[in-house]
């Protein structure tokens, strides 16, 4: 494969931080919306454990398999997107030891054909990160709220808006860079904190419901393009409303076919010709 020269690697995404120009990321499972999202000039495609909610309908990413994650990762890596893939690691999978994350963050790259993999958390993780990086993967980094901390945090909380709790989001963030990290989700926590983080570590911070303080913004491709008529977080901008439309071109496929008016002349004859 022959690399395009725009492919968005973590030193391009480095140098957007640098000159301050700001970075965009989606959250993307397949290759359809993988290669719409390259097309249209996306920087990082983030293959989301948020596909346990999303694809699944399930409450929460708890549940969500390293077997799933690497098949939708390499979904989205057959569009060969100019964006940068990079891979969620689903809950238990990197918490047991560092070889355990090491094995298999090893696997997504190999079986998945991702460029980087996301680990939430801070320095409970630190030993984690450590062992990846050390095997050449890319780590982005994922501070705040963490969903797959969703029982040990009580809930879909906003983080960081006690002093101590923001202190340590900060530390973690400048020690994850230290470690190597090459980037950083700030999910859901003060506008200012994030603003904080961003002006003190010099890796890109991609932040959803964190602010416009943030290096670069990451939404789910569903939700922005509103492919879902169920409750969306108030953060997201709707920037389509394909549930509508869908359902509208849905309705008329319907109407179609009960009136006789599809197949018409036209399709027939394309059927014919093939035949
Ligand atoms: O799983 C996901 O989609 C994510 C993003 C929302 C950051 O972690």
């Given at each position: 494969?022959?690399r395009?020269?725009?492919?968005?690697?973590?030193?391009?995404l480095?140098?957007k931080?640098?000159?301050?120009?700001?970075?965009?990321a989606?959250?993307?499972?397949?290759?359809?919306?993988?290669?719409v999202?390259?097309?249209?000039g996306?920087?990082?495609?983030l293959?989301?454990d948020s596909l346990?909610?999303?694809?699944?309908?399930?409450?929460?990413?708890?549940?969500?398999?390293?077997?799933?994650?690497?098949?939708?990762t390499?979904?989205?890596?057959?569009a060969?997107?100019?964006?940068?893939?990079?891979?969620?690691?689903p809950?238990?999978c990197?918490?047991?030891?560092?070889q355990?994350?090491?094995?298999?963050?090893?696997?997504f790259?190999?079986?998945g054909?991702?460029?980087?993999?996301?680990?939430?958390?801070?320095r409970?993780?630190f030993?984690?990160i450590?062992?990846?990086i050390?095997a050449?993967?890319?780590?982005m980094?994922?501070?705040?709220?963490?969903?797959?901390?969703?029982?040990?945090?009580?809930?879909?909380k906003m983080?960081?808006k006690?002093?101590?709790?923001a202190?340590e989001?900060?530390e973690?963030?400048?020690e994850?860079?230290?470690?190597?990290?090459f980037?950083?989700?700030?999910?859901?926590?003060?506008?200012?904190?994030?603003?904080r983080?961003?002006?003190?570590?010099s890796?890109?911070?991609?932040?959803?419901?964190?602010?416009?303080?943030?290096?670069g913004q990451?939404l789910?491709?569903?939700?922005?393009?509103?492919?879902t008529?169920?409750y969306i977080?108030?953060?997201?901008?709707?920037?389509?409303?394909?549930?509508?439309?869908?359902?509208?071109?849905?309705?008329n496929?319907?109407?179609?076919?009960?009136?006789?008016?599809?197949?018409?002349?036209?399709?027939?004859?394309?059927?014919?010709?093939?035949?």
């Amino acid at each position: 494969m022959r690399r395009h020269e725009n492919k968005q690697t973590i030193i391009t995404l480095k140098k957007k931080k640098k000159t301050g120009e700001k970075i965009s990321a989606i959250t993307a499972y397949d290759y359809p919306t993988a290669k719409v999202s390259s097309d249209a000039g996306i920087d990082i495609i983030l293959v989301g454990d948020s596909l346990g909610m999303v694809l699944q309908g399930a409450p929460d990413t708890m549940k969500v398999t390293v077997e799933e994650m690497i098949y939708h990762t390499r979904l989205v890596s057959n569009a060969e997107p100019i964006s940068m893939v990079v891979a969620d690691m689903p809950f238990g999978c990197y918490h047991v030891s560092p070889q355990q994350a090491v094995e298999n963050a090893i696997r997504f790259v190999k079986e998945g054909g991702a460029e980087g993999v996301k680990l939430e958390g801070g320095r409970k993780r630190f030993a984690a990160i450590d062992a990846i990086i050390n095997a050449e993967i890319p780590v982005m980094g994922h501070l705040g709220l963490t969903p797959q901390s969703l029982h040990a945090l009580g809930g879909f909380k906003m983080q960081g808006k006690v002093k101590e709790k923001a202190d340590e989001i900060l530390e973690d963030a400048i020690e994850l860079e230290k470690r190597g990290v090459f980037a950083i989700v700030l999910e859901s926590m003060p506008d200012e904190l994030a603003g904080r983080i961003s002006e003190a570590i010099s890796i890109p911070t991609i932040g959803i419901g964190a602010g416009k303080n943030c290096d670069g913004q990451v939404l789910v491709f569903h939700d922005m393009v509103g492919f879902t008529d169920a409750y969306i977080p108030k953060f997201v901008r709707k920037y389509a409303n394909l549930y509508s439309t869908i359902h509208d071109a849905l309705r008329n496929y319907i109407d179609d076919i009960r009136s006789g008016n599809f197949p018409g002349d036209e399709e027939s004859f394309h059927i014919k010709k093939q035949l």
